[in-house]
Structures are given as structure tokens and as C-alpha cells.
């Protein structure tokens, strides 16, 4: 019977996969890329990688302490930095086929993970209270 609206979580194999991946991501980001918009980036950290149950299409979540979304420069920079990696998803995809040695590898999809800068300003309004 068909069930609308619930999203399956993801397998035990995908979710290995994505693991992998963000591992070997880890090492790549952004010492392999010369992007000029790479140049003084601040501190990046891959915080998840979700990868389609086909294994075709992974979105990549990047974030950075230093960057605050809230303020309009660090927007900017946010902007170039996702543009770039979207840029330089192909040469880091054809990494990742070398690396992992695995049948699929999947397109990369960067995004900022606004997560981490939402709970700091969360706690830096309680802190106010």
C-alpha cells in the first residue's frame, strides 16, 4: 500500500556511503582546489552529506565558524564559497572516482549549513535573558 508524505530514512548503505565520502572530502576541501575564491578562506567543515538512495546525486553541507550569514559581507562570501565548490564539483567528483573505487559516484551539490549559526545566535539571545 502506497504511503504518502513519509520520507524512508536513509539505508545503512547509503548512509555508509555518505560517510565515505564526506571523509574523503575532508582531505580534498580546500587544499586540492585553486580557486581563487579559495584564497584566505576561512576554516571549512563538511557537517553532512546526503546521498540519494540511487547513488547518483549527493547534497554536500558545508559550514564555518568565522562566517556569519547574518551579516551581508560574510553573505557574500558564503555565496562565492558555494559557487566556487559547485564550480569545482566535477574535479572533486573525478577525485572522489579514483579514491573510492566504487561503481557510482555521485554529482556533488554544496550547500552552507546554517545550522551552526542559528544555535549561536540562539545562545547568544538566551545569554541576554
Not at 547509503?14 to 586540492?32: H, N, S, V
Not at 538512495?53 to 558545508?62: F, H, K, T
Not at 555521485?106 to 545569554?127: E, S
Request: hydrophobic content about 40%; some cysteine.
Amino acid at each position: 500500500m502506497h504511503k504518502p508524505f513519509i520520507t524512508e530514512r536513509p539505508s545503512y548503505r547509503t548512509a555508509r556511503f555518505a560517510e565515505l565520502i564526506k571523509d574523503e572530502l575532508t582531505l580534498m576541501i580546500p587544499g586540492d582546489l585553486s580557486d581563487p575564491a579559495f584564497k584566505n578562506t576561512p576554516f571549512l567543515t563538511i557537517t553532512k552529506v546526503e546521498v540519494m538512495p540511487d547513488l547518483r546525486n549527493a547534497s554536500v553541507w558545508i559550514s564555518s565558524m568565522e562566517l556569519d550569514p547574518e551579516k551581508e559581507e560574510d553573505e557574500k562570501r558564503i555565496r562565492k564559497l558555494e559557487d566556487a565548490l559547485n564550480r569545482a564539483a566535477g574535479y572533486l567528483r573525478h577525485q572522489l572516482v579514483q579514491s573510492l573505487n566504487t561503481k557510482v559516484t555521485p554529482a556533488l551539490h554544496f550547500r552552507f549549513d546554517r545550522g551552526f549559526c542559528n544555535t549561536m545566535r540562539v545562545n547568544t539571545l538566551l545569554a541576554k535573558i
